[in-house]
Structures are given as C-alpha cells and as structure tokens.
C-alpha cells in the first residue's frame, strides 16, 4: 500500500464510488489504492468495503474541515454529488465548491468530478418547451452539476470531467423497472417516443473514472462522456421480455403525463427525459462508446448487464 497512489472516493458506498472502489482493488497492480470516503464507517455497505480491503474513512460533504482531513496525502479524488439525497440543486452546488476548494487546499493531483449537463444552455429558463422548476432550473440534478464545473476550474484544481448516462440499475433500485397495468399486462414508461438512450451499468462508471486516473495528466482538462450503449426504450422492453419471461411493453408518454406522476422528483425526471428526447442527436453523440470502452475493457452493453442482472428486477 505503502507505494501504492491513493485515490480518495467520495460516495463510496453508492453507485459510482462503490464501482471505482471495487475496480481499483481488483487490479492488484495498478499502482493504486483507494480510501473510500462515507459519512458512517460501521455501515454495511462500508464494512463491506473494508472487507475487500479499501481504507475507510468518515467525512460529510458539508463538513469542510473533514473533507480536508480525508483527502491529506491523496494523489487523487473521485468527487460526486448526490441530489437524490436532499433535491435540492443549490446544495449540490455548495457540496461540489467545498469539495473544489478541499481538493485545491490539499494539493491533489488529479480529480475526477461526476458532472452533467446544464441543461438551461439548451433550454433557457424562458424557453416554454420544457417548465421552469424552483425558479431557477430546466433539469435541477443535471443543473446544480454543470453549474458547478467552474469551481473546479476557478480553484485551479486539475480536473477531469466525467459526464454519465442513464443507469440501468434504476430498473432495479429506482422503481424504473415493468409495471403492471390495469389490463395485467407489464410495461416500462418513459417519455421518449422512438428516440435512443444513453445507458450505462453503475458499476462501469466506477471502471472507467479508473480508466481515466490510470491515463493520468493526458485527460486532465477533458469533458468525458460515456455510454454502454444507446438504445430506445422500444429495444430494451423487447429485450427484458425475452430475460424475465413476461411480455414486457414500452409504454410511451407525453413528457407533461411523466410530469404528472406526482412521485417525488417526477417532475425532474420528466424534464430529463424530454431533454433525452429532444436532444437525443447530442446526447448520445457526446458520450462515445468506443472512448468508454478504451477506458473500461469491460463495458456492458444493455444485453450484457440484463444477462447479469434480470433476476434482480423486481415485477411491480
């Protein structure tokens, strides 16, 4: 270890950071070690971690002094946001300065910031297309990240931005999974009529920021967007009938009827998707596959992780 870089990562025990974690212990001779960041240390998922063998340590994103405290002696950090934790974009935003600032303060050499899109550069605030949310946002948990890049910049922090894609995990964890109609008929709903969608498996987040901190200084500087695949919702439905057994739909609506859900942050993820939709040229141009690949040789296309993982969607 001793010789060993350290990467210190913050959300280590969710999605992104518990995937880098794993990736930088399973390549024994990287040249890395990562110290992985949580608010409790004697958690499960934590302690799991440990037991893999990464070093534990306690911090909180609105803690400045224990941000500090845990990047002492790093090389590098992954720094990511959560605002499904809070909704509130404006805390994202003062999250990812103090990290800015942390990292700046302690002399680290490489960081990997989890962004995304602004998304009022493509849709103004008085752009009517999509509703304006809390005052002040088009898409408030892409917003609150993109708006905060310039910390990174400003502080002088070298700084690779790395920008991700719509998890297939959600139709695991995130209630995005086949749902049963008033007919008994199953179906997944999204608001993107035939256009595709980025799509990514969380853990290969976490494989390709090692990718990139194994490339070192040559992407310091970059905007790194990465995919498994794009695939319309159409394509995946078919494809998780033939996984799960069950004839599965694809049950498109308009972006308002997503909107109207009423669950907590729908009206986000309505506005998300219309920007999927609308923008789809863009989207799924920027973030480049074979790029994602060459950082992560193991890259999972949709079918790869539904073979790994259909069993664990549940059947609502």
């Known amino acids: 270890m001793s010789d060993k870089k350290t990467i210190v990562v913050f959300g280590a025990t969710g999605a992104q950071g518990g995937g880098l974690v794993k990736a930088i212990l399973e390549d024994s001779d990287g040249g890395f070690f990562p110290r992985a960041v949580t608010r409790n240390g004697n958690s499960d998922k934590a302690m799991a971690l440990k037991d893999l063998g990464a070093q534990l ?80 946002w088009k898409v408030p948990h892409f917003d609150g990240k993109g708006a905060s890049d310039h910390f990174f910049a400003d502080n002088g922090v070298p700084t690779t931005y790395i920008l991700t894609s719509f998890y297939w ?8 999974g086949p749902q049963k109609g008033a007919d008994g008929k199953y179906a997944i709903t999204f608001p993107l009529d035939d256009k595709p969608m980025s799509g990514i498996a969380a853990e290969d987040i976490g494989r390709c920021a090692y990718g990139i901190f194994k490339g070192g200084e040559q992407w310091i500087g970059k905007r790194v967007g990465i995919a498994g695949e794009h695939i319309s919702a159409g394509d995946m439905a078919a494809q998780m009938s033939k996984a799960l057994g069950v004839d599965v739909a694809y049950n498109n609506v308009t972006p308002e009827v997503y909107r109207g859900f009423g669950f907590p ?52």
């Open 57 to 136: 340590v306690e911090a909180d994103l609105d803690d400045y002094d224990s941000l500090t405290k845990a990047l002492e002696g790093a090389y590098g950090a992954y720094c990511v946001t959560n605002f499904w934790e809070h909704f509130s974009a404006e805390k994202e935003m003062q999250q990812a300065e103090s990290l800015a600032k942390a990292c700046k303060a302690t002399g680290v050499k490489h960081v990997v910031w989890s962004t995304l899109e602004d998304t009022r550069e493509f849709v103004p605030l008085d752009d009517n297309r999509m509703p304006t949310l809390q005052g002040k």
């Open 169 to 176: 995990d959600n139709f695991v964890h995130f209630g995005s």
């Open 265 to 316: 942050g729908a009206d986000d993820l309505g506005n998300m998707f219309q920007f999927y939709r609308d923008f789809a040229d863009y989207f799924t141009g920027f973030r480049d596959i074979s790029v994602a690949k060459s950082l992560n040789p193991k890259l999972q296309d949709f079918s790869q992780w539904l073979a790994a993982n259909s069993s664990k969607i549940p059947l609502g």
